[in-house]
T-cell receptor
């Protein structure tokens, strides 16, 4: 099946710093989703991307759908302590079936005061 | 408030027992899903359902069973055939399956542990 390579696996940053994480694949996707998961909770949708090249913001978060349709990145500006958590990317292949929603392995973000 | 409710939050199982995890949604979503999450890994699809009385196997369905008798409910049974059931189980739903443009929304999960 499709695989998503998400990096970095973990990050330790100082409060106020900007953060960038990305997902790449050898397969083409027609939708990219970014979720955040707090400890013991379910993932919460942050941003959804539907078109190649699309750049979308949600507050301090910005995500882009790569032109090649094989990658996506998420940026967080001016990090704050509540940004701590695991960030997952997920991609949907062109067939659009739920079976083809593939998740990255997550980026664990720690924000140091 | 509309949402997805999973219960219980924590569940303990003895060896050889079947247990059932509950998932209820009041979002009027057609599609529902069950995922398994292990530490340091992404989510893996167990089963999904597009409509009432229909469901399909995901990537790791062995040792699990589901039913979809009502639109709002999609319970997951972890059977004794599942040899490594300790994990965090997540239920999700979306307005409809198949379009690829309907993001899934998740419940808060059930953590299952073996005694």
């Amino acid at each position: 099946g499709q695989q998503l390579n998400q990096s970095p696996q973990s990050m330790f940053i100082q409060e106020g710093e900007d953060v960038s994480m990305n997902c790449t694949s050898s397969s083409i996707f027609n939708t990219w989703l970014w979720y955040k998961q707090d400890p013991g909770e379910g993932p919460v949708l942050l941003i959804a991307l539907y078109k190649a090249g699309e750049l979308t913001s949600n507050g301090r978060l910005t995500a882009q759908f790569g032109i090649t349709r094989k990658d996506s990145f998420l940026n967080i500006s001016a990090s704050i302590p509540s940004d701590v958590g695991i960030y997952f990317c997920a991609g949907v292949i062109p067939s659009g079936s739920a079976r083809q929603l593939t998740f990255g392995s997550g980026t664990q973000l720690t924000v140091l005061p | 408030d509309g949402g997805i409710t999973q219960s219980p939050k924590y569940l303990f199982r003895k060896e050889g027992q079947n247990v059932t995890l509950s998932c209820e949604q009041n979002l009027n979503h057609d599609a529902m899903y069950w995922y398994r999450q292990d530490p340091g890994q992404g989510l893996r699809l167990i089963y999904y359902s597009q409509i009432v009385n229909d469901f399909q196997k995901g990537d790791i369905a062995e040792g699990y069973s589901v039913s979809r008798e009502k639109k709002e409910s999609f319970p997951l049974t972890v059977t004794s055939a599942q040899k490594n059931p300790t994990a965090f189980y997540l239920c999700a739903s979306s307005p409809r399956e198949g379009s690829g443009n309907q993001p899934q929304h998740f419940g808060d999960g059930t953590r299952l542990s073996i005694l």
